[in-house]
């Protein structure tokens, strides 16, 4: 699975460069078109010349403010989608936290608690405390067991 995992992002990761690549290159190409517009020798052309290229002017710069607004929103939208993802990934850590615990708490059981009847002696002897007089003579629990193979949780 993991494995599977790895290759789908890389060929997203590799589809996002190509993308980024072709889009570069586009505006490479615009604003080497745009320069060249900027150069052309427009004083030493006739009238209608000189009209026409501040139609084509107007026109170009319709589109590219055209290209800025459609950036901006996306941009926008950017943002806005990283502050969600900011947002749910605070919102998931309480969530988070509880699997830990729980896992933590039902590791903790499977290492101390070798048999299901020292669990029950466990369980019912906690509730007999305030009933037995012994209970209070003792030291404490056991020292918990530990055979090979067992979970523990770290690095023993």
Do not use: C
């Not at 789908?8 to 080497?32: I, M, T």
């Not at 989608?81 to 039902?106: D, E, K, R, W």
């Not at 059981?109 to 003792?138: C, I, Q, T, Y």
Request: aromatic share 12%; glycine share 8%; proline share 4%.
């Amino acid at each position: 699975m993991k494995d599977f995992v790895d290759r789908s992002l890389q060929f997203l990761a590799d589809w996002l460069f190509h993308l980024v690549d072709f889009v570069e290159e586009v505006w490479a190409w615009a604003v080497d078109q745009v320069n060249r517009l900027t150069q052309v020798p427009w004083d030493k052309w006739p009238l209608w010349k000189q009209i026409v290229l501040v139609i084509v002017a107007g026109f170009v710069l319709y589109a590219l403010l055209a290209a800025l607004r459609q950036l901006w929103s996306a941009a926008l939208g950017v943002l806005s989608a990283l502050v969600t993802f900011v947002g749910t990934l605070i919102v998931a850590l309480p969530a988070l936290v509880l699997a830990s615990a729980v896992a933590l708490g039902g590791l903790w059981l499977v290492n101390n608690f070798h048999d299901f009847g020292s669990l029950m002696h466990v369980l019912n002897e906690g509730g007999d405390k305030a009933h037995d007089d012994k209970a209070h003579d003792r030291d404490g629990p056991p020292p918990a067991r530990h055979f090979p193979g067992e979970t523990t949780g770290g690095n023993r």
